[in-house]
């Protein structure tokens, strides 16, 4: 079997796919609207002829998705900011980017404007495929330098899928044809507690070719840590971890597009994201001498570590900790008139739930919903002050 017919299932489209995807995709009747939502200062029909004209996915990044993505930052929030681009430019070749997930879209979106901004290649981005239930949806994002995660599977297939994964994201660093952006868990995180999972670590050891030290060193993996002053999409997730206390969660149909569309439209304040520094040797090299599951464990603590020192607290984070643990701890991080606002910030997002699409949302209880969407604020600065202890085997 060739190389291109192994990773065809999952690996993003090339230049012609790309250009014979996006053609069709301009001819969808949603198009001339979100182009005069999206660049309100061009002709109607800009979107649908910049998508006929595109011959190459970096032309698409270029003409089309760093300008979206700036109307965003420019319409939706009150900034993008970043540090740590030094760890990227020392590191020699590809590298892994293992991402904190907290927005479907932005998240590697927003990595992707910073490196082309900074002049840097794009990496290519691991995406479920649960988010290619729309044929539209899906020809956009492989258009987009997406690898296709294959999820909701035996456990049989799974493990032939992860195999397959791991060597593609390996072979891609290793051979520098590009970096790879992915989550450093299954999903976003909902609670505001991001962690990285030891299934994924395991994930990406499978393709070694040699001992564990190497293994990893070759993947040259730097942790990214995104922060958004207001989560676009919190009341979603406190409404499915409510639900979920009772019963195991079942998505709606076109869900997931809800909270892509959310993600882009709600205003998300103050934005950062920071790139830590990239894994040592001395740490996966001490990792090594473990066994089983705890040389995973000390790469995840490395991992986590870093993501979570990385995370920029914003006085929405501060209010709702003060609010959840009934006290003024963090009063010097903000005002009595911020705090107000942000009270009246939560309890608007409440009445949302009334008026989503997905029916007996009156049944959910608002006190209980109430704390946890506190809870996604306030989590990541208790996460700052336990940052957890160096694991030991």
């Known amino acids: 079997m060739s190389e291109i017919n192994e990773f065809e299932s999952i690996s993003p489209y090339n230049d012609e796919e790309a250009s014979k995807a996006l053609g069709v995709v301009a001819d969808h009747p949603a198009v001339l609207a979100v182009s005069k939502y999206i660049f309100p200062n061009e002709p109607e029909t800009f979107l649908r002829d910049a998508l006929k004209q595109v011959h190459s996915v970096d032309e698409f990044q270029r003409l089309v998705m760093t300008k979206a993505v700036e109307w965003v ?24 980017a293992l991402a904190n997930h907290r927005d479907i879209i932005l998240d590697p979106a927003l990595t992707q404007f910073m490196l082309f901004k900074n002049a840097m290649p794009m990496t290519q981005i691991a995406v479920g495929d649960n988010l290619l239930s729309n044929k539209y949806v899906e020809l956009l994002i492989r258009s987009n330098r997406m690898i296709k995660v294959i999820r909701g599977i035996s456990a049989r297939s799974l493990y032939l899928s992860s195999q397959l994964l791991s060597k ?8 520098g044809v590009s970096s790879i952006w992915l989550a450093q868990r299954e ?3 909902k609670d505001g507690m991001d962690t990285t999972e030891q299934g994924l670590l395991k994930m990406l050891d499978m393709s070694g070719p040699g001992e564990f030290t190497e293994n990893f060193e070759a993947l040259n993996i730097i942790p990214l840590s995104i922060s958004y002053e207001y989560e676009p999409c919190d009341i979603l997730k406190a409404r499915e971890l409510l639900i979920s206390r009772s019963h195991k969660y079942v998505k709606a149909e076109n869900e997931d597009l809800l909270s892509i569309a959310t993600g882009i439209k709600e205003y998300k304040g103050h934005i950062h994201l920071n790139i830590g520094s990239p894994l040592t ?10 066994t089983g599951n705890d040389r995973y ?12 020192e990385g995370y920029k607290l914003w006085k ?15 009063a010097d991080k903000y005002t009595p008139e911020d705090l107000e606002k942000f009270k009246a910030y939560i309890e608007g997002q409440l009445d949302k739930v009334a008026l989503l699409p997905f029916g007996q949302e009156e049944k959910l209880d608002r006190e209980e919903l109430r704390k946890i969407l506190l809870a996604i604020y306030s989590n990541p600065v208790k996460a700052k002050e336990d940052l957890p202890v160096c694991v030991d085997c």
């Open 168 to 175: 593609y994201i390996r072979k891609n660093i290793t051979e």
């Open 281 to 290: 040797h001395k740490e996966i090299y001490e990792a090594s001498f473990c």
């Open 297 to 308: 464990q000390i790469i995840r603590h490395a991992v986590d570590v870093r993501v979570r």
């Open 316 to 330: 929405t984070n501060y209010m709702a900790y003060d609010l959840v643990n009934g006290n003024s701890a963090k």
């Open 73 to 96: 930052v420019n319409n939706t929030s009150a900034g993008f900011t970043f540090d740590g681009l030094e760890n990227l430019r020392a590191v020699d070749g590809c590298f892994l």
């Open 187 to 189: 999903g976003r995180t």
